[in-house]
């Protein structure tokens, strides 16, 4: 990659991470209830880990070579908020990990919540400070960091006491609720977001989702709130589905891959659903999540890479 190119690498592209870390779940999930070899998710596991390992040698070259347009990322309305995709990509592939390296998850767990906690109490002193925000900046981007803090309990439950765990979960759906409100109010009474950033209303549905996993993982059943949480989320999918006609006539940028993610985290949430319940239904959900995500991922794949080999990914925005 040329100089220029690592100049203007984005902080955003950390969420390829994210979005193949999803995948790889969702096929391991696979894997169990068709008794597939664990060749595959493995596989893809390790490719998962390896875009990451890539992901994160560019953007420290970045910070290494050109340290002045790296910290401009920390004070940018907009970018900054994407600056914690690096530690939500340590906390899944910890999740990813648990189940056949739990040696491999706990350290990722421990870089990632510790990573995390540090980007998140950054975000809102930035946002309590308010030095350079303004309404039209906000963005479902902005639920980045408060989605970190709900993904924390899910391999936590292994790795950490309980009472750390909740108080992520409870950091987490304390400030999704209020940033929701605020969300809600800027994409009602103010100009519509920019088409780059439209994509990213598919992380609306990303935090009760996880915050489902979460709770399910830290008090093993399933009640009237696990089960408001995942019918949340399931409206929500809905309702940005519903809005069809808005996604299909904006071009290919890389947030496009915001629709990877929430997709596997609706999938995951709706397996966990079927494992706790017993009911066939929740199967079936995960089933169509799980071609969903498979559809839109190879989508991804292919423009992104077509977009790297024409240059027009990496370039001054």
């Not at 390296?101 to 990573?115: C, E, K, M, N, Q």
């Not at 987490?172 to 950033?197: C, E, M, Q, S, Y």
């Not at 598919?202 to 399933?222: C, D, E, N, Q």
């Not at 929500?236 to 071009?251: G, N, V």
Request: aromatic residues 18%; charged residues 10%; hydrophobic residues 60%.
């Amino acid at each position: 990659m040329n100089r220029e190119r690592i100049r203007n690498f984005p902080i955003s592209f950390f969420a390829v991470s994210m979005g193949l870390t999803g995948v790889v779940l969702m096929v391991e999930k696979m894997a169990h209830i068709f008794s597939l070899p664990a060749f595959l998710p493995n596989f893809l596991l390790f490719f998962s880990f390896s875009v990451f390992l890539l992901i994160g040698g560019m953007y420290l070259s970045k910070m290494i070579s050109y340290p002045q347009v790296a910290a401009r990322d920390l004070i940018h309305p907009v970018k900054m908020h994407f600056l914690p995709t690096f530690s939500v990509s340590l906390l899944l592939l910890s999740v990813a990990f648990l189940g056949g390296y739990p040696g491999i998850s706990r350290v990722l767990w421990i870089l990632g919540t510790a990573f995390h906690l540090v980007l998140t109490l950054y975000t809102l002193s930035s946002w309590v400070q308010h030095q350079h925000f303004e309404i039209h900046h906000a963005n479902p981007s902005w639920f980045i960091p408060i989605l970190g803090n709900l993904v924390v309990p899910v391999a936590g439950v292994v790795h950490a006491p309980f009472a750390l765990n909740w108080f992520f979960f409870s950091v987490g759906l304390f400030f999704w609720i209020l940033l929701f409100a605020v969300l809600l109010n800027r994409i009602i009474f103010h100009h519509p977001v920019t088409d780059k950033l439209i994509p990213t209303f598919f992380i609306l549905m990303a935090p009760p989702a996880v915050a489902f996993i979460s709770y399910v993982k830290l008090t093993g059943r399933v009640d009237l709130f696990a089960q408001t949480l995942y019918s949340l989320a399931i409206f929500l999918f809905l309702m940005i589905i519903s809005q069809w006609r808005l996604f299909s006539r904006i071009r290919f940028y890389l947030s496009w891959w915001a629709y990877s993610f929430p997709l596997a985290a609706l999938g995951l949430a709706s397996f966990l659903m079927y494992s706790k319940t017993g009911v066939d239904f929740y199967l079936y959900v995960w089933g169509f999540f799980l071609v969903f995500l498979m559809a839109v991922a190879g989508v991804l794949l292919v423009l992104t890479a077509r977009h790297i080999r024409a240059g027009e990914i990496c370039v001054e925005e």
